[in-house]
């Protein structure tokens, strides 16, 4: 599988924006999948994750901010982030993940950049 990640850019403190990540293959629909960020010098973290159930998980950091969502008809996940801090500066990656714990298990895309700053 792979992943085309797109939407970031930069915004100031308070902004919005809205990621999409569009999956290859035809077997979108039974995937968990995760929304994960990487700050310089860092490892990956996971921001959010929604199971092919649709049940949804947030990082504390991100709780009442993003929201994750999928279009299984589109082969695409979404991750909308509202109340952007300059904390949330970093490339944006999405991929499979363990329906328990986020566990990243596919290959990386490019990710999107996103940097939040006056």
């Known amino acids: 599988v792979q992943f085309v990640e797109s939407g970031g850019g930069l915004v100031q403190p308070g902004g919005s924006l809205r990621l999409s990540c569009a999956a290859s293959g035809s077997r979108f629909t039974i995937y968990h999948m995760g929304w994960y960020r990487q700050a310089p010098g860092k490892q990956p973290d996971v921001v959010a994750t929604?199971?092919?159930?649709?049940?949804?998980i947030y990082a504390d950091s991100v709780k009442g901010r993003f929201t994750i969502s999928r279009d299984n008809a589109k082969n695409t996940v979404y991750l909308q982030m509202n109340s952007l801090e300059p904390e949330d500066t970093a490339v944006y990656y999405c991929?499979?993940?363990?329906?328990?714990?986020?566990?990243?298990?596919?290959?990386w895309g490019q990710g999107t950049q996103v940097t939040v700053s006056s």
């Open positions: 991929n499979t993940c363990t329906e328990i714990g986020g566990v990243p298990l596919g290959s």
């Open positions: 929604i199971t092919s159930g649709g049940r949804t």
